[in-house]
């Protein structure tokens, strides 16, 4: 085919044609991904009059090519004439539907719901709903389960006949006697409660709920479980408490441990629904045993949900039945279980408050805090905040500083570097005196780190610090630890060196830049080794702004013009580049 929309324009029918016949797979699949180009070049009319119509004949192809077919047909609607034609798309999409590749089907499925957003009503009525309803009654598996996914879409804009007709349809695929149907009508049960009327989920769809959540097949009654949180808000909360809560307690015990998964994923969705004191009176024995399953699996979803589920209950009930399992939980013998845990459980702090954190809390954190997981330690320290705003800094520092420490020198890198990320949040929290007793050596040193993405961590981070604490303080505490660490007789550390100046440049004052960085640097130009040379010159076109003319002029422009002479390619490059940096600096 033509590389170019101008190109094909040129082109007749039947050599467009031609190359969706090609016996290369490969050369088919390109030509269904242009299909909007080929549209284009057709015009609307003989889009619609040839191009669709080749399609439904020739959709006998590889599944690679159907899908990438069933891909483009759903942004088609412009191309045959906008909304009011949009029904002509229809029928290669229906097709489609009923192919036997699932990845095919769902594609086609997603189309035609896009398609059916952009009908007018009558469209609707006249040509979506009959679709509906023949793959309904298809009599393969595959079109009775692709209908499932058509409901909710024609739902809202049909006439209460036809609404009332949809839910017999629907109930119809609830109760199919294959397996895979009932599962597609279980998974996608939920939209379709999405958009009925209150009456008509508690009268239609919970019969068909409570009956799907009795099926034989697990892979049926672990879908049916998605639609919980669907479900519970579109209910009132007596028919939530008479229909909803005991299929719920049910599923909590279940044989089949995906499906007590798929509860315990649904379990905070169920609880706002249901409203706290319906939670505490109901929902927590389900909870707490699902915090004690025997499958790893169940107890990472719930673990997960502590701390939203809590927000639901009283201090004095966390404390009784959520926190003895927590404890539990930071011991147990999946480290999947210990970092879902460790995601959330800072933030019961905060629904704590003080005292019960102190002395519930804290020696779970510091347990979690030398867990032998890398991703329990992270997901711990990720959420300091939470503790910091309850128990305050004092206490924060004398639990949980020698624990963060111990992380800043962790083997994992990147333990390390979640640590340095967090250094700024700590910082101002501790405050400059308290921060520079107890992490500032450890800043210094993380400079030197072995690995590069910390070095490169270190430098923003001391920039960081550098504005929370001011220009007097970085002139102190700062710059001279920073500018002792150039003489490392390694260049890579060297170099880590120069962009750490170039990053406290802009907050220090240009007195303090002047007479102590700006002679490191210029002194560096003279380096044995290239990279840390033409770094010289790429920081000295950084911080040129930042200084007077007369310093661009007296220092930082000859010492450029001698690199722009350096026996290093590279070197004179980016000294020439500055040079002609700071030329434009001096005519601004």
């Not at 699949?29 to 399609?55: D, H, K, M, V, W």
């Not at 002792?484 to 060196?497: A, E, F, Q, S, W």
């Not at 130009?525 to 920081?539: G, H, L, T, Y």
Request: glycine letters at 4%; hydrophobic letters at 45%; one cysteine or more.
């Amino acid at each position: 085919m033509a590389n170019n929309a101008g190109d094909d324009q040129y082109l007749p029918i039947a050599i467009l044609i031609d190359e969706l016949k090609n016996d290369d797979a490969l050369r088919r699949l390109n030509s269904i991904q242009r299909l909007g180009t080929i549209a284009l070049a057709l015009g609307e009319e003989r889009t619609r009059s040839e191009l669709l119509p080749f399609l439904i004949e020739n959709n006998d192809d590889e599944d690679e090519v159907l899908l990438a077919m069933s891909e483009e047909l759903g942004k088609f609607v412009p191309y045959v004439g906008g909304p009011s034609f949009g029904h002509t798309l229809l029928q290669p999409l229906e097709q489609l539907s009923q192919v036997e590749e699932t990845v095919v089907r769902d594609k086609a499925v997603e189309s035609l719901c896009k398609v059916a957003e952009q009908l007018p009503n009558s469209s609707i009525g006249e040509h979506f709903l009959p679709l509906i309803k023949r793959l309904s009654q298809g009599e393969w598996f595959t079109s009775r389960v692709s209908a499932c996914g058509l409901f909710a879409v024609a739902y809202t804009r049909s006439t209460a006949a036809q609404q009332t007709e949809l839910r017999q349809l629907y109930t119809q695929l609830c109760h199919d006697e294959t397996p895979m149907v009932r599962r597609a009508a279980a998974q996608k049960l939920g939209p379709f409660a999405a958009v009925l009327d209150r009456d008509a989920v508690s009268r239609d769809l919970l019969p068909l709920f409570t009956d799907l959540t009795s099926d034989d097949q697990d892979s049926v009654r672990l879908l049916a479980v998605e639609s919980c949180g669907a479900f519970a808000a579109a209910l009132s909360k007596d028919d939530c408490s008479a229909s909803l809560l005991p299929v719920v307690q049910k599923f909590a015990q279940d044989k089949s441990w995906r499906v007590r998964y798929n509860v315990a994923a649904q379990m905070v969705p169920l609880c706002e629904a249901l409203g706290p004191e319906m939670t505490r009176a109901e929902l927590v024995p389900a909870y707490i045993r699902l915090l004690e399953d025997s499958e790893a699996e169940v107890r990472i979803a719930a673990a997960g949900k502590v701390s939203a589920f809590s927000r639901m209950l009283t201090p004095p009930l966390i404390v009784s039945q959520v926190v003895p399992r927590v404890k539990e939980l930071a011991n147990d013998s999946s480290q999947f279980v210990r970092a879902a845990l460790a995601g959330v459980v800072m933030e019961l702090a905060p629904q704590l408050g003080k005292q019960p954190t102190i002395e519930h809390l804290v020696p779970v954190f510091l347990n979690l805090l030398r867990d032998p997981y890398p991703d329990v330690r992270l997901n711990v320290i990720s959420k300091l905040d939470q503790v910091n705003q309850v128990i305050g800094i004092e206490l924060l520092a004398q639990s949980l500083l020698p624990a963060i420490e111990e992380l800043a020198e962790d083997k994992h890198w990147r333990v390390r570097l979640a640590i340095l990320e967090h250094i700024p949040l700590l910082a101002n929290q501790l405050g400059a005196e308290f921060f520079q007793e107890k992490l500032g050596p450890q800043c210094m040193r993380w400079l030197e780190d072995q690995v590069a993405s910390i070095r490169e961590a270190a430098t923003k981070t001391l920039q960081k610090i550098a504005q929370e604490f001011g220009p007097e303080w970085a002139k102190e505490h700062l710059v001279p630890q920073v500018l002792g660490m150039i003489k490392n007789p390694h260049y890579l550390y060297r170099m880590t060196v120069l962009v750490a100046i170039s990053s406290l440049a802009s907050f220090v004052s240009q007195e303090v830049f002047v007479s102590s960085m700006l002679p490191v640097l210029v002194s560096c130009a003279k380096d044995r080794v290239p990279n840390v040379k033409f770094n010289v010159a790429k920081v000295l076109e950084r911080v040129a702004p930042l200084v007077d003319a007369s310093v661009v002029s007296q220092t930082i422009k000859p010492c450029l013009a001698e690199l722009s002479e350096d026996g290093d390619a590279d070197v004179q490059f980016y000294a020439r580049q500055a040079l002609y940096a700071c030329d434009n600096i001096q005519m601004q």
